[in-house]
């Protein structure tokens, strides 16, 4: 297993583009400011970097583009806690691992990030009744 250390200085243009989550991520609760970042390299991930730590990043992928219907097993009342009323706004992200092939690549579809984008909030929550796994395959 190889691991890579993934060192960036971020110049932010604006204090807009920081995701707070009030009670931070499971596991990571100290963590609660984010920044989502996007490269042609690494579509269609994204890396969800923590700003308290540098040591502290997450690559994650949009639940939508692996379960279509993702939104509609994330209860209103977890979008409305978010203050998201129009279901073309919300954004679900889950946190993947990388596989030794596609294959063996998942991602944790029981514990999403839901984000408002407008806003600039977030919340990771557990689907209860979903069927999903924490190692849902990508494939």
């Known amino acids: 297993?190889?691991?890579?250390?993934?060192?960036?200085?971020?110049?932010?243009?604006?204090?807009?583009?920081?995701?707070?989550?009030?009670?931070?991520?499971?596991?990571f609760s100290e963590f609660k400011d984010y920044v989502l970042m996007e490269s042609e390299s690494l579509a269609p991930f994204r890396l969800l970097q923590s700003l308290d730590s540098p040591k502290v990043g997450f690559l994650v992928l949009e639940?939508?583009?692996v379960i279509r219907n993702y939104y509609e097993l994330v209860p209103p009342r977890e979008w409305e806690s978010l203050g998201?009323?129009?279901?073309?706004?919300?954004?679900?992200?889950?946190?993947?691992?990388?596989?030794?092939?596609?294959?063996?690549?998942?991602?944790?579809?029981?514990?999403?990030?839901?984000?408002?984008?407008?806003?600039?909030?977030?919340?990771?929550?557990?689907?209860t009744d979903s069927g999903l796994s924490v190692r849902q395959p990508l494939t």
């Open 63 to 65: 639940a939508a583009s």
């Open 84 to 127: 998201i009323k129009d279901k073309a706004k919300p954004l679900a992200f889950v946190i993947v691992v990388i596989g030794s092939s596609p294959q063996a690549s998942t991602g944790n579809f029981q514990a999403p990030l839901l984000i408002n984008y407008e806003r600039m909030i977030g919340k990771q929550m557990i689907l």
């Open 1 to 27: 297993m190889q691991a890579y250390e993934y060192r960036a200085q971020l110049n932010l243009k604006s204090q807009d583009a920081i995701i707070h989550f009030d009670e931070g991520l499971i596991g």
